[in-house]
């Protein structure tokens, strides 16, 4: 009895195994819903001082967007919380101007698009 108990957990598992990898096989191949093709991005952790007072965080912000699409070869700019698809979660926010602070905190992550050549 212990035997037979022991191949039909064996093959539990092994069928359950096998359903994972082919589960994860089928993601590989499925559309995010973005294209991700020529998009560069960064992380950005500001200090606290001195971006902890919120108009230097957003005149800091205005800035930086201005200078990224000056750069050549950019087609648009853009700021977010979190990436489609990342694995870090230990990201910071940004305030908006004329919306009300998140309390996580100052920093976010920003994404360029480069266009093509």
């Avoid at 499925?30 to 950005?44: A, I, Q």
Wanted: glycine share 8%.
């Amino acid at each position: 009895m212990l035997v037979v108990a022991e191949i039909a957990l064996t093959l539990t598992v092994l069928t359950g195994a096998a359903l994972l990898v082919r589960s994860l096989i089928n993601l590989q191949h499925v559309d995010p819903g973005f294209r991700g093709e020529g998009v560069l991005t960064f992380n950005l952790a500001l200090p606290d001082k001195p971006y902890d007072d919120e108009k230097r965080l957003s005149a800091f912000m205005r800035d930086l967007d201005a200078r990224l699409r000056t750069l050549p070869g950019v087609e648009s700019v853009a700021a977010a919380s979190y990436l489609p698809v990342d694995q870090s979660v230990w990201t910071n926010n940004y305030t908006v101007e004329g919306q009300a602070p998140d309390s996580r905190g100052a920093g976010g992550v920003c994404a360029v698009e480069r266009r093509r050549p």
